[in-house]
């Protein structure tokens, strides 16, 4: 209060402008108002400021960069120089800032230029400040330059190397660089370790992520929302929902990014009632969610296939002044595919405000594919093709769904339009962390030094499915070949060559984490081919499905048990207790799977053993009798399969949590 009273003295008026002609004054009201979030007082302060020096001109620029005036930051570094003023060197790091926000390359280039010629390069923090610039730019090249031309670095310099190198996906040389620092005994801050754990996720370097997470323990960084955000998306990315779930608890003051980020975790792993919860909490903290909350929140709803819920959401934002963008409404019309609801989703289309993009139309080509309608996808990538240049995913996608109606001419056709127009698709990769290295795969790949032992393996675990009663989904593989190369073609697949890799060369009690796009029922397995607990991903699912051998019986009843009844996935939870004041409706294949479940384990819980195998014999295939319109012969013994395995052998057991468990495809 005694601060504002005195702000209010020193405002210019007619009787007190001998008090205000003070430099040193001005200064430091300026930067009051600006800490106050007050940057148009600090404009009145200095426009009635009569002698303006270097100081005060400093003051009003970082006013301007601080507050999220970026251009009006430049305006004021390029009047400064025209009324010959000379800078110092506070004022370079506001203004290239600013030139950061924006993304103005060009105007940092000169920024920088000019502080070689004046000298003021060598300073460190203008140093950093130039480094920083670049990276947020983009211009990785550059900023290297101006590190390594650095005579002192300090925390910000690197910070901002590291986060350059974690923003264009450059792992490696963030890890390498963040190696240097310490090794160099650098005292690095929150948001250094907040781009180190970032890359531990993106790389899905878990056990790396959890020496870093000691070490934020170690150095009083734990409490920090730029490192709990980064520990919450790295524990998602690697498959670990509960470690997410404990970095976001042990944060006592969470800022919109913490908040965004187990938002994505949750709707990663369609923790779909979770998600809601977390908008709900949000709320009653006064804390306003953002477009990016409400996308994540659509995201949810889309791979739960909550077609109302995602209504209503998509609705709200207008109530918060939200106005919906391209990726909202490609949210909604992947919501809509994905449930079927295609025309539906071409009015939303035909609704929007602003013009249809890439992404948009994409959305409806995945709906198109997943339901065969080749007709609307052709539309839809017509459109795309409009918008001039695309990527390669676009002619994938339709692609793909010419191949899956058996339409194989017109898939190679979209798939030469991919050649002719010099689109390049890049490769996917699968990898997988052992011995203190990322190995990566690619489909077919021959190159690694163990590829004999892992295509050995491969072949070992597919004849031994195809045995069991196994059919690979092909319908994806492109052309008119036998069934044999068909099966080739998803045998080789390059997650499952990680997996076979870790099954080879990891020790047993190491839990392998991967992504399959294969289909449920080649989990169901009675045998003891693996001794790793596996954790697979389906339709960007991730769930622990094989429990390794050394289980007793009981123990893995137990476990079945207490994994569909304890709310370990809440579509899970509201579709199989029948709860009335859930809106959630399952779909029929998610209902019956989850029917099967109940059966199954009411039955475990009540006959003796010697009655088990006679049960699953007779009462189950009636079950799947009575249910026969509802499902595939197919997909009837894929369940069947599934779940007799559980109950025989009591070694091995697969749980769905999916919107879409026995219909999965390849992931890409």
């Given at each position: 209060?005694?601060?504002?009273?005195?702000?209010?003295?020193?405002?210019?008026?007619?009787?007190?402008?001998?008090?205000?002609?003070?430099?040193?004054?001005?200064?430091?009201?300026?930067?009051?108002?600006?800490?106050?979030?007050?940057?148009?007082?600090?404009?009145?302060?200095?426009?009635?400021?009569?002698?303006?020096?270097?100081?005060?001109?400093?003051?009003?620029?970082?006013?301007?960069?601080?507050?999220?005036?970026?251009?009006?930051?430049?305006?004021?570094?390029?009047?400064?120089?025209?009324?010959?003023?000379?800078?110092?060197?506070?004022?370079?790091p506001s203004a290239t800032k600013a030139c950061a926000v924006l993304s103005r390359c060009d105007i940092g280039r000169s920024l920088h230029c000019f502080a070689l010629k004046t000298g003021f390069d060598v300073d460190v923090f203008v140093g950093s400040s130039v480094v920083d610039m670049y990276a947020k730019c983009g211009d990785i090249r550059d900023a290297r330059k101006a590190f390594d031309g650095m005579p002192d670095r300090n925390v910000v310099s690197w910070s901002g190397m590291i986060y350059g190198y974690t923003q264009l996906g450059e792992d490696e040389e963030a890890l390498t660089l963040f190696k240097q620092a310490l090794w160099e005994d650098l005292d690095v801050n929150d948001f250094t370790f907040s781009s180190v754990v970032w890359v531990c996720g993106n790389s899905r370097l878990l056990e790396l992520g959890k020496q870093i997470h000691g070490l934020c323990l170690k150095m009083s960084y734990d409490s920090s929302s730029f490192v709990g955000s980064?520990?919450?998306?790295?524990?998602?990315?690697?498959?670990?929902?509960?470690?997410?779930?404990?970095?976001?608890?042990?944060?006592?003051?969470?800022?919109?990014?913490?908040?965004?980020?187990?938002?994505?975790?949750?709707?990663?792993?369609?923790?779909?009632?979770?998600?809601?919860?977390?908008?709900?909490?949000?709320?009653?903290?006064?804390?306003?969610?953002?477009?990016?909350?409400?996308?994540?929140?659509?995201?949810?709803?889309?791979h739960a296939g909550l077609v109302e819920e995602g209504q209503h959401y998509f609705q709200l934002m207008k109530v918060y002044g939200i106005e919906p963008t391209d990726q909202h409404y490609a949210s909604m019309v992947d919501l809509l595919g994905r449930a079927g609801k295609l025309q539906v989703a071409v009015s939303v289309?035909?609704?929007?405000?602003?013009?249809?993009?890439?992404?948009?139309?994409?959305?409806?080509?995945?709906?198109?594919?997943?339901?065969?309608?080749?007709?609307?996808?052709?539309?839809?990538?017509?459109?795309?093709?409009?918008?001039?240049?695309?990527?390669?995913?676009?002619?994938?996608?339709?692609?793909?769904?010419?191949?899956?109606?058996?339409?194989?001419?017109?898939?190679?056709?979209?798939?030469?339009?991919?050649?002719?127009?010099?689109?390049?698709?890049?490769?996917?990769?699968?990898?997988?962390?052992?011995?203190?290295?990322?190995?990566?795969?690619?489909?077919?790949?021959?190159?690694?030094?163990?590829?004999?032992?892992?295509?050995?393996?491969?072949?070992?675990?597919?004849?031994?499915?195809?045995?069991?009663?196994?059919?690979?989904?092909?319908?994806?593989?492109?052309?008119?070949?036998?069934?044999?190369?068909?099966?080739?073609?998803?045998?080789?697949?390059?997650?499952?060559?990680?997996?076979?890799?870790?099954?080879?060369?990891?020790?047993?009690?190491?839990?392998?984490?991967?992504?399959?796009?294969?289909?449920?029922?080649?989990?169901?397995?009675?045998?003891?081919?693996?001794?790793?607990?596996?954790?697979?991903?389906?339709?960007?699912?991730?769930?622990?499905?094989?429990?390794?051998?050394?289980?007793?019986?009981?123990?893995?009843?137990?476990?079945?048990?207490?994994?569909?009844?304890?709310?370990?996935?809440?579509?899970v939870w509201s579709a199989k207790m029948g709860n009335e004041d859930c809106t959630y409706e399952a779909s029929i294949s998610t209902s019956f799977v989850l029917c099967m479940a109940n059966v199954l384990i009411s039955a475990c819980r009540k006959i003796p053993d010697s009655c088990k195998k006679p049960f699953a014999w007779e009462i189950l295939p009636r079950f799947i009798q009575s249910q026969e319109v509802m499902m595939e012969s197919e997909h009837r013994a894929a369940c069947l399969q599934v779940f007799f395995s559980a109950v025989y052998h009591l070694k091995s057991i697969i749980l769905h949590y999916t919107s879409d468990p026995l219909k999965v495809s390849e992931i890409s």
């Open positions: 209060m005694l601060v504002k009273y005195f702000a209010s003295y020193s405002m210019p008026t007619s009787s007190n402008q001998d008090f205000y002609q003070s430099p040193l004054i001005s200064h430091h009201l300026i930067n009051f108002y600006s800490k106050s979030q007050q940057p148009l007082h600090s404009l009145q302060i200095f426009e009635e400021t009569p002698i303006k020096s270097s100081t005060t001109w400093s003051s009003i620029i970082s006013s301007f960069a601080q507050n999220e005036l970026p251009c009006l930051a430049i305006v004021f570094f390029r009047r400064m120089l025209h009324l010959g003023v000379r800078p110092d060197d506070r004022i370079f980064s520990l919450v998306s790295m524990s998602s990315k690697c498959g670990v929902i509960e470690g997410a779930y404990q970095a976001f608890d042990e944060i006592p003051v969470k800022n919109l990014g913490m908040w965004r980020a187990m938002l994505i975790a949750c709707a990663r792993h369609t923790h779909t009632n979770k998600t809601f919860d977390l908008f709900k909490q949000m709320e009653s903290v006064w804390m306003k969610p953002n477009f990016i909350t409400f996308l994540c929140v659509l995201y949810a709803c889309s289309i035909n609704e929007m405000h602003i013009k249809p993009t890439e992404s948009v139309w994409g959305a409806l080509l995945t709906g198109c594919r997943i339901h065969g309608d080749t007709e609307l996808a052709a539309y839809a990538a017509d459109r795309v093709f409009e918008l001039g240049p695309v990527s390669s995913g676009m002619h994938v996608l339709l692609s793909n769904a010419y191949a899956a109606a058996g339409r194989y001419e017109e898939a190679a056709k979209a798939r030469k339009m991919l050649r002719d127009r010099g689109v390049k698709k890049e490769t996917g990769l699968s990898w997988i962390e052992g011995g203190n290295r990322v190995h990566k795969f690619a489909a077919g790949d021959r190159s690694h030094a163990k590829s004999r032992e892992i295509y050995r393996k491969l072949e070992e675990l597919g004849d031994e499915m195809e045995r069991a009663g196994y059919v690979a989904d092909t319908s994806f593989v492109l052309g008119e070949v036998d069934s044999d190369e068909k099966n080739q073609a998803i045998r080789y697949h390059s997650e499952r060559l990680a997996i076979a890799f870790g099954l080879i060369a990891l020790p047993p009690e190491r839990t392998l984490r991967g992504c399959l796009g294969i289909s449920s029922r080649i989990q169901a397995r009675g045998r003891d081919s693996f001794l790793h607990p596996v954790v697979l991903k389906i339709r960007n699912t991730i769930e622990t499905v094989l429990l390794w051998p050394s289980f007793d019986g009981d123990e893995v009843l137990s476990y079945v048990i207490h994994q569909l009844t304890h709310d370990k996935n809440e579509v």
